[in-house]
């Protein structure tokens, strides 16, 4: 999944229904880390992975990308 481009409404969880606009809105406020979006999203704490989302994974995986994502822009930002 191409994470930068994908539209906000994109699930990332199909467990609990997380899209990337959530995801991004909790790094906005201060969610730094996997455990942060975790809690601030509810994201990553379903069971039912391996039956609900397409691929056939856990989300953890794809929320990283984005915080990473966000990272790098982050970064590119300050130094423009």
């Known amino acids: 999944m191409d994470w930068k ?9 199909y467990c609990r229904r997380v ?7 909790a790094i906005t406020v201060g969610a730094g880390t996997l455990k942060d979006v975790m809690e601030k999203t509810g994201a990553g704490k379903g069971r039912d992975c391996a039956v609900k989302n397409p691929r056939k994974v856990c989300c953890h995986t794809d929320i990283r990308r984005i915080l990473d994502l966000f990272a790098e822009e982050d970064t590119t930002e300050r130094k423009n």
């Open 5 to 13: 481009s994908a539209p906000d409404g994109e699930i990332v969880c």
């Open 19 to 25: 899209t990337k606009g959530q995801v991004l809105q």
